[in-house]
């Protein structure tokens, strides 16, 4: 089973969820998308929650920005794989930003609020990375919101795929979706 974490205003549906989603439907490999709160110690216990449901399955985390920040987490908490795209490393540093009210970036109708004491509840989450056979990076140099470097530093000795160029959204993910299906079931 697949177990996506979106990133930071995203949802369950947004656009690299649903890509993947047909994709593993197609590959017979249970795909879950929760929609998580913005606020992180729900959106971890909602995400502690679904692994421990489904701890009879096999399950590989799959992160994207904020998502992979929580994905490694998890990953080192429950042993599990993890595929991170473009993951945030030090988000208590790069959502300091974008402190106030924001609009979901997947249904822009749909408004909350960020403040400083949900940044700070972020280092709680922060962990050494120590098995890095379970991990494999894709990051985009041309990321304008977070430095890859800072991942691929944090995951030295992982698997990785890091290429010039590209955005933070990752929008040609689906070029790698082989690869990424090849590492779930090493």
Not at 86 to 102: D, E, W
Request: glycine fraction near 8%; charged fraction near 25%; hydrophobic fraction near 35%.
């Amino acid at each position: 089973m697949i177990l996506y974490i979106h990133g930071f205003g995203s949802s369950g549906q947004g656009g690299k969820s649903k890509l993947f989603r047909e994709y593993f439907k197609t590959q017979g490999v249970k795909f879950l998308a929760p929609s998580l709160s913005f606020i992180p110690e729900l959106a971890i216990s909602t995400l502690e929650e679904l692994i421990e449901v489904c701890k009879d399955e096999e399950i590989t985390l799959m992160g994207s920005s904020l998502g992979g920040y929580y994905a490694i987490y998890l990953s080192e908490k429950y042993n599990l794989k993890a595929v991170l795209i473009n993951p945030s490393i030090k988000p208590y540093v790069t959502l300091k930003k974008v402190l106030g009210n924001n609009a979901s970036f997947y249904n822009g109708n749909c408004s909350f609020s960020w403040d400083e004491e949900q940044v700070e509840s972020l280092k709680k989450f922060s962990v050494d990375v120590n098995n890095k056979e379970n991990y494999f990076l894709l990051a985009r140099k041309g990321d304008e919101v977070l430095d890859y470097k800072e991942a691929e530093q944090k995951l030295k000795g992982a698997k990785m795929i890091i290429e010039d160029g590209g955005d933070h959204g990752f929008l040609d993910i689906d070029r790698h979706f082989e690869t990424i299906l090849e590492f779930i079931k090493e």
